[in-house]
């Protein structure tokens, strides 16, 4: 292990992300892959496992487990119940995190950032750290400037736990701070059932579709009279899009302090 490389966990080593991203830090030159977290598959060699090239790696059954590898940067790719307390226990080890995971709230946000400013140390939440979506966000945030009246649909295939995704949620986040409240019909007032309007969150309704053959994908509507604007993202089906931007995040993430959502905030756009 070169002195000078970001010493990385990578929790989710053997799921969907983790079997993209174990290879990519593997070969990265600045990137030190010490410690893999597979509840289903602890005590297996990561590298065998994957048929990777390197020197073995134990699969831990946790993170707590993980992190005493002397860890700079978890990297976590798990489940939603689970990736908070994973980020918190992090924090109180002195080591930063990436979020990958979707499905945490505001509030499991505010807490992250808390804990993160207390310790001095800095965690960067994605929702979707492909470059595509990343401009989804930066696109619709240009348009919501001009655009007061818009709505999102999420996309999935049904096996996906969280609704709506973390890359929605991020969405509607970044808008409340562009124009506020955005519901223009009041949700209360609708006749008929009011769970067909979708749920407001951070002032924009969100409407999830979970179906067999979908893929994870986001469209946002915006409206004015006799002028309609959608923008959408699609990704397919396999992670390669998430590799780069969630190394990039593990790059940045020690150079700030507190919790950051969205690659972009590490982005030059200019």
């Given amino acids: 292990?070169?002195?000078?490389?970001?010493?990385?966990?990578?929790?989710?080593?053997?799921?969907?992300?983790?079997?993209?991203?174990?290879?990519?830090?593997?070969?990265?030159?600045?990137?030190?892959?010490?410690?893999?977290?597979?509840?289903?598959?602890?005590?297996?060699?990561?590298?065998?496992?994957?048929?990777?090239?390197?020197?073995?790696l134990l699969i831990s059954g946790s993170v707590e487990e993980g992190l005493r590898a002397g860890v700079n940067v978890l990297i976590d790719y798990t489940a939603p119940q689970a990736?908070?307390?994973?980020?918190?226990?992090?924090?109180?080890?002195?080591?930063?995190?990436?979020?990958?995971?979707?499905?945490?709230?505001?509030?499991?946000?505010?807490?992250?950032d808390s804990a993160a400013r207390r310790a001095r140390l800095g965690v960067l939440a994605g929702g979707n750290f492909a470059i595509s979506a990343v401009l989804l966000h930066r696109f619709a945030t240009e348009a919501a400037r001009h655009i007061p009246n818009w709505e999102i649909v999420d996309y999935a295939h049904?096996?996906?736990?969280?609704?709506?995704?973390?890359?929605?949620?991020e969405l509607a986040h970044r808008l409340l701070g562009v124009r506020g409240q955005c519901v223009l019909r009041s949700i209360p007032e609708t006749q008929g059932i009011l769970a067909a309007r979708g749920a407001t969150i951070n002032g924009t309704q969100i409407h999830s579709l979970r179906l067999p053959g979908y893929v994870i994908a986001a469209e946002i509507h915006?409206?004015?009279?006799?002028?309609?604007?959608?923008?959408?993202?699609?990704?397919?089906?396999?992670?390669?899009?998430?590799?780069?931007g969630t190394l990039l995040a593990a790059r940045e993430v020690g150079t700030f302090v507190g919790l950051r959502r969205g690659l972009d905030s590490i982005m030059d756009f200019e």
């Avoid at 918190?88 to 979707?102: E, R």
């Avoid at 915006?222 to 780069?244: C, H, N």
Wanted: aromatic share 4%.
């Fill in 83 to 112: 990736v908070k307390n994973h980020v918190l226990v992090a924090i109180s080890k002195g080591v930063s995190a990436v979020i990958g995971t979707s499905g945490l709230s505001d509030d499991d946000y505010e807490e992250i």
């Fill in 1 to 56: 292990m070169s002195a000078g490389k970001i010493r990385i966990c990578l929790a989710g080593a053997t799921g969907w992300v983790g079997r993209a991203l174990a290879p990519a830090i593997l070969a990265a030159p600045d990137l030190d892959l010490v410690a893999a977290v597979s509840r289903t598959s602890a005590g297996f060699d990561l590298v065998e496992l994957l048929n990777l090239h390197g020197p073995p």
């Fill in 222 to 244: 915006f409206g004015l009279p006799d002028q309609r604007l959608t923008i959408r993202y699609e990704a397919g089906s396999g992670a390669e899009p998430y590799v780069a």
């Fill in 158 to 169: 049904n096996e996906k736990p969280d609704a709506p995704s973390g890359m929605t949620r």
